[in-house]
């Protein structure tokens, strides 16, 4: 199993930013497993931010709910997750894992800047 994510290294504030998790080697619709976002800056430790179960069922961290939405495309085995009116403050190393948190992205990072 491997998983990459993709994302604009660069955003400009308020804008819409979009990560997508490339899952190779199961289908994201196998099992119950669930299919999260995680983020790390260096003010914070690790944020769990959002999954989407294997049936399609979404959760959203409370602190994000208001402007996160993920969704997943299940011809491309792909994941994304949109963030909405993006600031500095959501300036991290975006990674994208398999929960029971047993396979991991290498992690992307995004600078959120003007």
């Known amino acids: 199993v491997q998983l990459q994510e993709s994302a604009p290294g660069l955003i400009e504030p308020s804008h819409t930013l979009s990560l997508t998790c490339t899952i190779s080697?199961?289908?994201?619709?196998?099992?119950?497993?669930?299919w999260s976002w995680i983020r790390q800056s260096p003010a914070k430790s690790l944020e769990w931010m959002a999954a989407?179960?294997?049936?399609?069922?979404?959760y959203y961290s409370p602190s994000l709910k208001s402007r996160a939405s993920i969704s997943r495309d299940t011809s491309k085995n792909q994941f994304t997750l949109q963030l909405h009116s993006v600031t500095p403050e959501d300036t991290a190393l975006y990674y994208c894992?398999?929960?029971?948190?047993?396979?991991w992205g290498q992690g992307t990072q995004v600078t959120v800047s003007s």
């Open positions: 894992a398999r929960v029971p948190w047993d396979y």
């Open positions: 989407i179960a294997s049936s399609g069922t979404t």
């Open positions: 080697g199961v289908p994201i619709t196998s099992n119950v497993y669930y």
